[in-house]
């Protein structure tokens, strides 16, 4: 079918979603490998977020699609309530990577179903309803996800579903409680939901979720005592810990998953992306077996036609085997080291990069019109602003795709990635900067 052909059928068809569908104009894609994917005219892109954040070992991996193609050729498909080996051996792979006692695993199909699963365990394992959440947060665009999500992905699925609360994050560069930086400030975000959950009664909250460090949001990285704080209210409550990572696992942040960088375990952790790295959806719910005890006599709180698919465990085994042995996770430490270092010499050298913040290969710029009243460029929830889009369309213009969302541009390649490809495309992100230097100019 030509290009034509199929951009008249696109237009009929296709319904992309985040986006008001009369600017809707992607790139036709038509091959991708390593880093890099090709659009139909033969031009060749740096992914320098792999994909949605999800592609952590890189494209077109022949690991994993020699052992997907094994997989197909003898089990497709079978009903969730059967055994399966590629079920139970990538349980006990999650189980092993996972900090603590997390141990058993229901997997789903993506972030969002995880998440949908653990506040459903987490209601039925304690009998209470509500969950709590933070602003500074994403976790999926479901029902329940939406509801639990701080940033203004949520405002389309307002009226949100009830039994939801939400607390300020440790966003320590715009601090929501106006204080100095940790530890002078005396954890203000941690007092206050100390007295939320004294005001609410700890009876009625049956979790608090939270990403260890937050993605798109904004990658807010917290400080240990916040995380450890959050465990220890948990703890003394009742309440369960969820930590959503969906994005932050699987060696995007330096190590298996990001909570580990606190030393915090929570009670259950839901994760997603890089399991598979975009080869199969997959969505991952993992809990303790105090939590499981719940469920021995009385039946588990959900069931998908799609869970443990096959293929999809498949995938994950080959995937997590490239993982250790490609060394990948760490790899990402130390190659964001380097990241990091570059990206504080952008800020030094550009007027409108108000902060560069991140862990491993996981990074954001945060684009300021103030540096000194850190001023957003263009505003958190300033959906009407073009500077974001402007900014991804100069970029892939030099052959480089990224993530640029409100006032941030996100950095988080593939793991695969290479220093030399690195510097290359920081070298094209100093070049878009020269445009947002001039919109603070102005
Ligand atoms: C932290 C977090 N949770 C949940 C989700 C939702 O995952 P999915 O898009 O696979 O449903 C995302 C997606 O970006 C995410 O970043």
Redesign the pocket.
């Given at each position: 079918m030509s290009d034509l052909e199929l951009r008249a059928l696109e237009r009929q068809h296709v319904v992309y979603g985040w986006q008001p569908q009369r600017l809707a104009a992607p790139l036709l894609v038509t091959r991708a490998e390593g880093v890099n994917f090709w659009d139909s005219c033969g031009n060749q892109y740096l992914d320098l977020c792999s994909g949605?954040?999800n592609v952590n070992v890189g494209y077109g991996h022949q690991a994993i699609i020699q052992a997907m193609k094994r997989q197909l050729d003898c089990l497709t498909y079978i009903a969730p309530g059967f055994a399966t080996e590629p079920r139970v051996r990538l349980s006990s792979m999650v189980a092993k990577r996972c900090p603590g006692d997390l141990q058993y695993v229901f997997f789903s199909n993506?972030?969002?179903?995880?998440?949908e699963n653990a506040i459903k365990i987490a209601r039925a394992a304690t009998g209470r309803l509500k969950i709590y959440s933070a602003w500074q947060?994403?976790?999926?665009?479901?029902a329940g996800?939406s509801a639990i999500s701080g940033d203004p992905r949520r405002l389309f699925a307002e009226p949100v579903v009830p039994g939801v609360a939400k607390f300020h994050y440790a966003a320590c560069y715009r601090c929501p409680f106006g204080q100095s930086a940790p530890p002078d400030c005396g954890f203000s975000c941690l007092a206050s939901l100390e007295r939320q959950i004294d005001h609410d009664g700890p009876e009625t909250i049956a979790a608090i979720v939270l990403?260890p460090i937050v993605?798109?949001s904004g990658l807010y990285v917290p400080p240990v005592d916040f995380i450890k704080g959050i465990r220890k209210l948990c703890d003394e409550h009742g309440v369960l810990l969820i930590f959503?990572?969906?994005?932050?696992g699987w060696g995007r942040t330096g190590r298996w998953f990001a909570c580990e960088h606190f030393d915090v375990v929570p009670d259950i952790l839901?994760t997603?992306?890089g399991i598979t790295s975009g080869y199969v959806?997959l969505?991952v719910t993992v809990f303790t077996p105090a939590i499981r005890e719940k469920f021995l006599d009385t039946a588990f709180v959900g069931g998908l036609t799609n869970e443990g698919h096959t293929l999809a465990c498949a995938a994950g085994i080959a995937n997590i085997e490239v993982y250790e042995q490609e060394g990948l996770i760490e790899r990402s430490a130390a190659l964001g080291e380097y990241l990091n270092k570059s990206l504080l010499e952008l800020q030094a050298m550009h007027p409108s990069v108000g902060s560069v913040r991140g862990k491993g290969l996981f990074a954001c710029l945060e684009l300021s019109s103030d540096r000194e009243r850190r001023i957003g460029i263009a505003g958190y929830r300033n959906a009407r602003c073009t500077i974001a889009g402007e900014i991804t369309s100069r970029m892939l213009q030099m052959g480089v795709f990224v993530v640029a969302k409100w006032d941030f541009i996100f950095v988080a390649p593939p793991l695969i990635i290479s220093r030399t490809a690195l510097t290359e495309a920081i070298e094209k992100l100093d070049k878009v900067l020269a445009y947002t230097d001039e919109l603070v100019r102005c």
């Amino acid at each position: 079918m030509s290009d034509l052909e199929l951009r008249a059928l696109e237009r009929q068809h296709v319904v992309y979603g985040w986006q008001p569908q009369r600017l809707a104009a992607p790139l036709l894609v038509t091959r991708a490998e390593g880093v890099n994917f090709w659009d139909s005219c033969g031009n060749q892109y740096l992914d320098l977020c792999s994909g949605q954040i999800n592609v952590n070992v890189g494209y077109g991996h022949q690991a994993i699609i020699q052992a997907m193609k094994r997989q197909l050729d003898c089990l497709t498909y079978i009903a969730p309530g059967f055994a399966t080996e590629p079920r139970v051996r990538l349980s006990s792979m999650v189980a092993k990577r996972c900090p603590g006692d997390l141990q058993y695993v229901f997997f789903s199909n993506s972030g969002s179903e995880a998440i949908e699963n653990a506040i459903k365990i987490a209601r039925a394992a304690t009998g209470r309803l509500k969950i709590y959440s933070a602003w500074q947060s994403y976790h999926g665009a479901t029902a329940g996800a939406s509801a639990i999500s701080g940033d203004p992905r949520r405002l389309f699925a307002e009226p949100v579903v009830p039994g939801v609360a939400k607390f300020h994050y440790a966003a320590c560069y715009r601090c929501p409680f106006g204080q100095s930086a940790p530890p002078d400030c005396g954890f203000s975000c941690l007092a206050s939901l100390e007295r939320q959950i004294d005001h609410d009664g700890p009876e009625t909250i049956a979790a608090i979720v939270l990403e260890p460090i937050v993605g798109t949001s904004g990658l807010y990285v917290p400080p240990v005592d916040f995380i450890k704080g959050i465990r220890k209210l948990c703890d003394e409550h009742g309440v369960l810990l969820i930590f959503d990572e969906t994005m932050t696992g699987w060696g995007r942040t330096g190590r298996w998953f990001a909570c580990e960088h606190f030393d915090v375990v929570p009670d259950i952790l839901v994760t997603a992306k890089g399991i598979t790295s975009g080869y199969v959806p997959l969505g991952v719910t993992v809990f303790t077996p105090a939590i499981r005890e719940k469920f021995l006599d009385t039946a588990f709180v959900g069931g998908l036609t799609n869970e443990g698919h096959t293929l999809a465990c498949a995938a994950g085994i080959a995937n997590i085997e490239v993982y250790e042995q490609e060394g990948l996770i760490e790899r990402s430490a130390a190659l964001g080291e380097y990241l990091n270092k570059s990206l504080l010499e952008l800020q030094a050298m550009h007027p409108s990069v108000g902060s560069v913040r991140g862990k491993g290969l996981f990074a954001c710029l945060e684009l300021s019109s103030d540096r000194e009243r850190r001023i957003g460029i263009a505003g958190y929830r300033n959906a009407r602003c073009t500077i974001a889009g402007e900014i991804t369309s100069r970029m892939l213009q030099m052959g480089v795709f990224v993530v640029a969302k409100w006032d941030f541009i996100f950095v988080a390649p593939p793991l695969i990635i290479s220093r030399t490809a690195l510097t290359e495309a920081i070298e094209k992100l100093d070049k878009v900067l020269a445009y947002t230097d001039e919109l603070v100019r102005c």
